[in-house]
């Protein structure tokens, strides 16, 4: 069964605006984490943000905030005010608590393109 | 630079061939990952070292797939009797150990393997 599901292949937006990349996941470890990573053409992955299963609000760092809703097992990226440099590939992974080596478990993953 | 670096970033091989990739992980971090991307595809664990140990294999590690970490600190990960699948990006990546879900995994550059 698949953990991590991103349903958009691909996604453009204007700069400047707002864009939401969405990100759905399965378990049934009570303790997990979610975390966003950005992957440009280099390939190397850079951690965005991270958000924890018993954390009460929505985690934010900078420009990226996490949508996080429990019930229904998703935790969509938000990036606010789109840079050209944003354009890139974007996973969403968890790990899960009873794993003792905390590997994280990938989604396929969202292209955003951002127009001029 | 203090981050986690691979070599070498790209290698072309023929199939048959042997290949070896070196990673050095964060000077503080007693653990270390490997994935592996093919294109399109989010990046899927093979395996990971805490410390010198190898805890964990991926199934998708077969048997001309063998890691190493023998101090500790660096590993290598070589593949023998390359086959034009083996074509893909092998990530490596670490983080301190901890109990807590959050603990960031930190990755490389990638190393890029083609096999003709």
């Known amino acids: 069964a698949q953990k991590i599901t991103q349903t958009q292949p691909g996604m453009f937006v204007q700069e400047k605006e707002a864009v939401t990349l969405d990100c759905t996941y399965d378990?049934?470890?009570?303790?997990?984490?979610l975390f966003w990573y950005k992957q440009p053409s280099s390939g190397e992955m850079i951690f965005l943000i991270y958000?924890?299963?018993?954390?009460?609000q929505n985690a934010t760092e900078g420009r990226y905030s996490l949508n996080f809703q429990k019930a229904r097992k998703s935790a969509n990226l938000v990036i606010s005010a789109s840079q050209l440099g944003d354009s890139a590939m974007y996973f969403c992974?968890?790990?899960?608590?009873?794993?003792?080596?905390?590997?994280?478990?990938f989604g396929q993953g969202t292209e955003l393109s951002v127009k001029p | 630079d203090t981050g986690v670096s691979q070599d070498p970033r790209h290698k072309i091989t023929k199939r048959g061939q042997n290949v070896t990739f070196r990673c050095d992980p964060i000077?503080?971090?007693?653990?270390l990952y490997w994935y592996r991307q093919t294109l399109g595809q989010g990046p899927e664990f093979l395996t990971y070292?805490?410390?010198?140990?190898?805890?964990?294999k991926s199934r998708l590690l077969s048997d001309r797939f063998s890691a190493e970490r023998p101090k500790g600190s660096f590993s290598t990960l070589e593949i023998q009797r390359t086959e034009q699948g083996d074509s893909a990006m092998y990530l490596c990546?670490?983080?301190?150990?901890?109990?807590?879900?959050?603990?960031?995994?930190?990755f490389g550059e990638g190393s890029w393997l083609t096999v003709v």
């Open positions: 992974a968890m790990r899960e608590a009873r794993y003792q080596g905390g590997k994280l478990i």
């Open positions: 990546a670490s983080s301190f150990s901890t109990t807590r879900t959050g603990n960031t995994i930190y």
């Open positions: 378990t049934s470890d009570p303790s997990y984490g």
């Open positions: 070292f805490q410390n010198e140990a190898q805890l964990e």
């Open positions: 958000q924890g299963s018993y954390d009460q």
């Open positions: 000077s503080e971090h007693n653990r």
